[in-house]
């Protein structure tokens, strides 16, 4: 099992940005897939970015493209998202999680196994 542990999260301009972080215990992050996700206020949780386990591919929600970037450092056992170009539809409560190496690509939380806390992020118009 791993562990994850979400930060980063804050208050900022519309335009701003900021760099989200996802720390692991247990289990080494480079056994799986890592994806953020984000859930706004009353609204289902989604789909943002992932990186597959070797840190080889990524994949972006439509909403993000452009303007988000996620890394991961195995040897820090980290994951990061850089969030750029911030607007006020970005307000969420942001998650990352992991799964399986065979799941790459995939956009669906139910198919994640482990999830962080949150962060919130709250971008100001």
């Known amino acids: 099992q791993v562990q994850l542990t979400d930060s980063g999260g804050g208050l900022v301009q519309a335009g701003g940005s900021l760099r989200l972080s996802c720390a692991a215990s247990?289990?080494?992050?480079?056994?799986?897939?890592m994806g953020w996700f984000r859930q706004p206020p009353g609204k289902e949780r989604e789909f943002i970015a992932q990186?597959?386990?070797?840190?080889?591919?990524?994949y972006y929600g439509d909403s993000v493209k452009g303007r988000f970037t996620i890394s991961r450092d195995n040897a820090r056992n980290t994951v990061a998202l850089q969030m750029d170009a911030l607007k006020a539809e970005d307000t969420a409560v942001y998650y990352c999680?992991?799964?399986?190496?065979?799941?790459?690509?995939?956009?669906?939380?139910?198919?994640?196994?482990?999830w962080g806390q949150g962060t919130q992020v709250t971008v100001s118009s």
């Open positions: 247990g289990r080494a992050l480079n056994n799986y897939n």
């Open positions: 999680a992991a799964t399986a190496p065979h799941n790459r690509g995939t956009r669906r939380a139910g198919e994640y196994d482990y």
């Open positions: 990186i597959t386990w070797s840190g080889d591919r990524t």
